[in-house]
C-alpha cells in the first residue's frame, strides 16, 4: 500500500493559488496509476517513490510548476520543452498537462521500468573542448619568459583556454596588449586566469 506525506501537503498548501490544483491532480493521477508510490520530498521538492526507486517528481515555481520522470527519455521521450524541468515544459495550468488517461498510462510504464530493473539512460558525455591554437603573439611573450612559460604548458588544457580565449577576445589592440602584460605576471606566479575565484 502505499504512502502519503504531510509535508507533500504541507508543499501544496504553501504553493501559488495556480498551482495547487496542479500540484493535487498530479497527486492524485499518481496515486491512481500507481497505488503502491510512497511520497517524499528530495532537494526540496516532492518525489513519488516506487520499489525503492524515484518514480517521479514535482515543483512549484513562482509562476509555473513541473512534472517529470526519473528515467524521462524511456517514459515519455524526450519532452515539448527541453529547457523547462520535467517532460511536459512549463505546466501553467491543467490545459497543458496530458489527459487523465495518458498520464496514468505514463506512470504505469515508469513503474514497469522499475519493475523491469532497466537503469536510468545517462547523457553521453561530450567529448572536450580542444584546446585553441596559441596565439604568435602570446607564444612569442611565452619564450621570453621561463615562469610563466612553465605555468603554462603545466596547465590543463582548460586553464590554457582561459587564457587564450581572455587574450583573442580583446576588441582593441591596447586592450589585448594589457591582457598579455596580465597573463604573463600571472603565469610567472603561477595562476590560473580566474585565480581570485579558487579557494
Known amino acids: 500500500m502505499g504512502t502519503t506525506d504531510p509535508r507533500i501537503d504541507a508543499y501544496i498548501a504553501k504553493s501559488a493559488d495556480f498551482a495547487q490544483p496542479i ?16 511520497e517524499t520530498i528530495k532537494w526540496g521538492m516532492p ?23 526519473w528515467q524521462r527519455d524511456a517514459v515519455a521521450g ?14 501553467e495550468s491543467l490545459k497543458d498537462l496530458p489527459g ?15 519493475d523491469s530493473g532497466e537503469k536510468p539512460r545517462r547523457v553521453p558525455k561530450s567529448a572536450p573542448k580542444p584546446t585553441p591554437e596559441t596565439p604568435d603573439d602570446l607564444l612569442a611573450a611565452l619564450k621570453r619568459n621561463a615562469a610563466a612559460r612553465k605555468t603554462f604548458e603545466a ?45
Not at 524526450?78 to 512549463?90: H, I, S
Not at 587564450?164 to 603565469?187: F, G, S, V, Y
Open 100 to 114: 487523465k488517461a495518458e498520464l496514468s498510462r505514463l506512470v504505469k510504464k515508469a513503474a514497469a521500468l522499475i
Open 78 to 91: 524526450t519532452g515539448k520543452n527541453n529547457d523547462a524541468m520535467g517532460q511536459f515544459g512549463r505546466i
Open 23 to 38: 500540484l493535487t491532480h498530479l497527486r492524485q493521477v499518481v496515486h491512481a496509476a500507481c497505488p503502491s508510490v510512497e
Open 155 to 199: 596547465f590543463a588544457p582548460s586553464h590554457r583556454r582561459e587564457y587564450i580565449e581572455w587574450i583573442t577576445e580583446a576588441k582593441r589592440p591596447e586592450t589585448r596588449e594589457k591582457r598579455l602584460a596580465q597573463t604573463l605576471e600571472w603565469l610567472a606566479e603561477g595562476k590560473s586566469r580566474n585565480w581570485k575565484y579558487e579557494r
Open 47 to 69: 518525489n513519488f517513490m516506487y520499489g525503492g526507486k524515484i518514480l517521479a517528481n514535482m515543483a512549484a515555481f513562482k509562476a509555473h510548476c513541473a512534472f517529470g520522470f
